[in-house]
């Protein structure tokens, strides 16, 4: 998606009026309800924030289900959203363009609100990495910025986002802590859940048209094999080897992104006589996607004998 023009304009003109307003504006007060005005990149996160905050937050969404984080425009509306937040989530992989390119000007110019990088602590799947193969073997060089796709780094941005949470409102510290233990529980519950689906399937791999499960398939022992290349369509030729690769691992699922073309999916699980389904890194209902993707999974890859 190309940021259109008049979008461009309109978030310029009104980032100069922050940036000129900004030595007189007070700290960002809680809403009347007494809630606190969090601002997130991805809907996971959202739903982390929730989890952690409860009826305590009030969360806005940047990038929306179904669009990329690599040419999302950001909105004057969002933006006039932003001035009214407090804290700012970020995914914080450095690869990930939407907050480098979008963002950090935005929030240049709103320097009172804390941004809390939900990935400080991870193990970054960044250059060489593992959990992905591109179409000679090699995992993408610029790195996989969807830290929230795994239990294990999921786990890790929880513990972030509630210890921000405590620093705005101590008063209700224990409040989060108590949400913090229930949902580190269910993180570890689905964790065990996932394990045991994919028992025996360990150094399989699976096909996605774009490269979004790395930290999925590091968690689990497995490979995901990207459709695209560079972003692009693959040719003719790596079609092909797509094809015969799928046949030989007996790979019978290949997941596309919600927004993304299936063309090349489709024909690839036609030629094994599978499936194309859906797996959207982005899907709001996190624990569930997860669930149901582990379930896909554990039907498409081969189990050792």
């Known amino acids: 998606m190309r940021i259109r023009r ?3 304009l309109a978030v310029l003109t009104l980032l100069f009026a922050l940036t000129a307003c900004r030595p007189v504006l007070p700290p960002a007060p809680l809403e ?17 924030v929730e989890r952690i905050g409860g009826e305590r937050v009030r969360v806005d969404v940047m990038i929306p289900p179904g669009y990329s984080h690599v040419d999302y425009p950001l909105t004057p509306r969002q933006v006039a959203a932003l001035s009214r ?24 110019a709103l320097p009172r609100i804390q941004v809390v990088d939900m990935s400080r602590g991870m193990r970054l799947l960044a250059g060489e990495g593992e959990g992905s193969e591109d179409e000679h073997g090699h995992s993408h060089a ?16 929880a513990r972030n986002i509630a210890a921000a949470l405590e620093g705005i409102d101590p008063v209700h510290a ?6 913090l233990r229930s949902f580190e529980a269910e993180i570890a519950a689905l964790d065990r859940e996932i394990r045991a689906r994919l028992a025996g399937r360990e150094g399989e791999r699976f096909m996605v048209y774009h490269p979004t499960w790395g930290y999925f398939a590091r968690e689990y022992g497995l490979q995901q094999v990207a459709i695209e290349a560079e972003g692009k369509e693959p040719s003719a ?3 092909i080897q797509l094809i015969e690769r799928a046949r030989r691992e007996r790979v019978q699922v290949v997941f596309v992104q919600a927004g993304f073309p299936r063309k090349s999916a489709q024909v690839i699980a036609e030629a094994v006589h599978g499936r194309v389904l859906i797996a959207d890194p982005q899907d709001p209902d996190w624990l569930g996607n997860l669930r149901r993707v582990s379930r896909e999974l ?8």
């Open 142 to 157: 610029e790195g996989d910025p969807h830290v929230w796709v795994a239990p294990g780094t999921v786990a890790v941005a």
């Open 298 to 305: 554990q039907e498409a890859l081969p189990h050792a004998e």
């Open 85 to 108: 937040a407090q804290v700012y989530v970020a995914v914080g992989h450095p690869a990930f363009e939407f907050e480098r390119i979008q963002l950090a000007p935005v929030l240049k």
């Open 174 to 179: 224990a409040e989060y802590q108590a949400n």
């Open 32 to 48: 009347e309800t007494g809630r606190i005005r969090v601002a997130v990149s991805v809907p996971p996160q959202a739903y982390f």
């Open 6 to 8: 008049a979008d461009r």
């Open 237 to 239: 030729q790596r079609l």
